[in-house]
């Protein structure tokens, strides 16, 4: 596997670039179809070594290797084509960058009938939020990516990617928005976080759990996500790639300095995140750069529970993750009028309730 997928990178590069290929062997029935968009990380990486587990070079393996590897199997569950989105580790992506895979994925899927994206993990949870918020189609989109590079004996790349286009291919995650799956367990966009640097177990939702998972016998479904088939007020054909707000995160802990709030303000930052409750110097200077026009959230800094801070004119982001209440709070900013829209489009979209009796 391993040897294949580095001498054949080279000729398969060319010929991915030159746009969405069919994957080998794959049949012309009327099996799913699925399109791998491939980003980059380490699902992708490649290391001089077959025992180098954490020292290699993410992203450098072609979208259509990847696939080839997994062919007969792959191919005797969906029609799968691929393209080459980049390939670099997830944090060196921009919000550009995500609203072009965004559009990328839309377009992808007005022929076919589900999307997975294979990608970095340190950042996976952001994008599979991003895309969550401003897909438009109803369609399974897939996040999937690995803790050891492709090439590492016992990689999780293989089964990781095989499992993402078996839960594509099932269909079952249709108006879930975006979910992750890899080490065999599906999660929601909204819930997911990375929680080890090394383990392949890393992905967990603590708050809710698992959606659900992937064996020998198929893909259980446990859950559903509470945001089911919600069309957003993200629509990016009418957001510019070029014009997103600057938008950024601000730590909190014991007697933080304003300093850095100041100096965003400064910057020109539209919407600040702290993560956790703002220390007094830090909300000092943030009511500061509020009544020049900055808006400001706080999302909750610990693995679970929400963040409701009795601080004016601070929106609160619940239990969603700074990282992602700050891709929200740049969209909100992008589509709203004035902060009060903002924190509307908080309380809708950042906390989606699954639609029970309310009576
Ligand atoms: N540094 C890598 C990234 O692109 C880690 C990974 O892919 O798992 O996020």
Redesign the pocket.
């Known amino acids: 596997m391993m040897m294949r997928s580095v001498l054949t990178a080279t000729l398969a590069a060319a010929v991915v670039i030159a746009g969405t290929v069919p994957a080998e062997g794959v049949g012309r029935t009327a099996k799913p179809k699925v399109v791998v968009i491939g980003t980059?990380?380490?699902?992708a990486g490649a290391a001089e070594s077959r025992v180098s587990f954490e020292s290699y070079r993410?992203g450098r393996l072609p979208v259509a290797d990847l696939v080839k590897d997994l062919q007969p199997e792959v191919g005797e569950i969906a029609d799968v084509s691929v393209r080459d989105f980049g390939g670099k580790?997830?944090?060196d992506y921009t919000l550009a960058d995500y609203h072009d895979l965004s559009r990328l994925v839309d377009r992808q899927l007005a022929a076919a009938d589900a999307v997975v994206v294979a990608t970095?993990?340190?950042?996976m949870e952001e994008l599979a939020y991003w895309l969550d918020l401003t897909v438009r189609s109803p369609k399974p989109v897939v996040l999937t990516?690995?803790?050891r590079p492709w090439t590492a004996i016992g990689s999780d790349g293989p089964p990781n990617l095989y499992n993402a286009i078996r839960v594509a291919a099932g269909r079952r995650t249709r108006c879930f928005g975006a979910v992750v799956t890899l080490n065999g367990e599906i999660f929601a966009a909204r819930e997911v976080t990375k929680t080890s640097t090394q383990r392949p177990d890393t992905f967990a939702a603590p708050e809710t759990g698992r959606l659900g998972s992937i064996g020998d016998q198929g893909v259980t479904l446990l859950s559903t996500p509470a945001r089911t088939c919600v069309k957003t007020p993200f629509d990016l054909s009418k957001i510019s790639r070029d014009k997103l707000p600057r938008t950024e995160i601000v730590y909190t802990y014991a007697q933080a300095g304003g300093e850095p709030v100041k100096a965003f303000a400064d910057a020109g930052v539209k919407g600040l995140v702290f993560a956790g409750t703002p220390s007094p110097g830090q909300f000092e200077q943030a009511q500061a750069a509020a009544k020049k026009g900055m808006v400001l959230v706080a999302a909750n800094r610990n693995t679970s529970g929400a963040v409701h801070p009795d601080m004016p004119g601070v929106i609160a982001a619940q239990d969603l993750h700074p990282q992602k209440a700050r891709l929200l709070l740049t969209l909100s900013l992008a589509a709203a009028r004035d902060p009060r829209q903002v924190a509307e489009l908080f309380a809708e979209y950042g906390t989606p309730q699954a639609p029970g009796d309310r009576s």
């Open positions: 980059g990380g380490t699902i993410p580790g997830s944090t970095g993990t340190q950042t990516g690995a803790m």
